[in-house]
T-cell receptor, first 115, second 111 residues
Framework: EAGVAQSPRYKIIEKRQSVAFWCNPI?????LYWYQQILGQGPKLLIQ??????VDDSQLPKDRFSAERLKGVDSTLKIQPAKLEDSAVYLC???????WGYGYTFGSGTRLTVV | KNEVEQSPQNLTAQEGEFITINCSYS?????LHWLQQHPGGGIVSLFM???GKKKHGRLIATINIQEKHSSLHITASHPRDSAVYIC?????????????FGKGTHLIIQP
């Protein structure tokens, strides 16, 4: 079974530039999550999709972050403009959407460095 | 707000030692995950628990719902077990089901 695919693996940009990350979840997984993990901390949920609808985006900085999952499959997360504090690993995860996160699987993440 | 606390934050041990990592949380949960994250790598789910105990190879995870506490044990530890181990919980009561994570325990097993 293929895992959760993310790209790019690494990205370095200057502050005020924009950047986009891509995630392709496991086939059949209805629920998709984007997390931000700052060095030394646990991941923080940014946004959760159920199919192509948003379930929770309460911690997404909407003035600069946006995410979409138009066809209910793959998803993109965008930052525009980037700030130095956005330097982090951005993790995508997917699950079957059943209670308790059955089948919860993470991608390898995208490491973003803002300089 | 549910807090997830892990201890210890850092742990260095010799190969072969028995390792215990603890996780406590403050409100009722539906389930708890133990996750492993290698440096520069993605996160792998080791266990999902809602009660009792699970075992996989040299790894054992237990949860005590009444005490709101879980432990991850590694028997006969090996240098390849060196990683960050993260406890994460799903809250009870519905709503968005994203995980809430502890800050992780950085484990180093020395040969």
């Amino acid at each position: 079974e293929a895992g959760v695919a993310q790209s790019p693996r690494y990205k370095i940009i200057e502050k005020r530039q924009s950047v986009a990350f891509w995630c392709n979840p496991i086939s059949g997984h209805a629920t998709l999550y984007w997390y931000q993990q700052i060095l030394g901390q646990g991941p923080k949920l940014l946004i959760q999709f159920q199919n192509n609808g948003v379930v929770d985006d309460s911690q997404l900085p909407k003035d600069r972050f946006s995410a979409e999952r138009l066809k209910g499959v793959d998803s993109t997360l965008k930052i525009q403009p980037a700030k130095l504090e956005d330097s982090a690993v951005y993790l995508c995860a997917s699950s079957l959407g059943l209670p308790w996160g059955y089948g919860y699987t993470f991608g390898s993440g995208t490491r973003l460095t803002v300089v | 707000k549910n807090e997830v606390e892990q201890s210890p934050q850092n742990l260095t041990a010799q190969e072969g030692e028995f390792i215990t990592i603890n996780c406590s949380y403050s409100v009722g949960i539906s389930a708890l995950h133990w996750l492993q994250q290698h440096p520069g790598g993605g996160i792998v789910s080791l266990f999902m628990l809602s009660s009792g105990k699970k075992k996989h190879g040299r790894l054992i995870a237990t949860i005590n719902i009444q005490e709101k506490h879980s432990s991850l044990h590694i028997t006969a530890s090996h240098p390849r077990d060196s990683a960050v181990y993260i406890c994460a919980v799903f809250y009870s009561g519905g709503g968005a089901d994203g995980l809430t994570f502890g800050k992780g325990t950085h484990l180093i097993i020395q040969p």
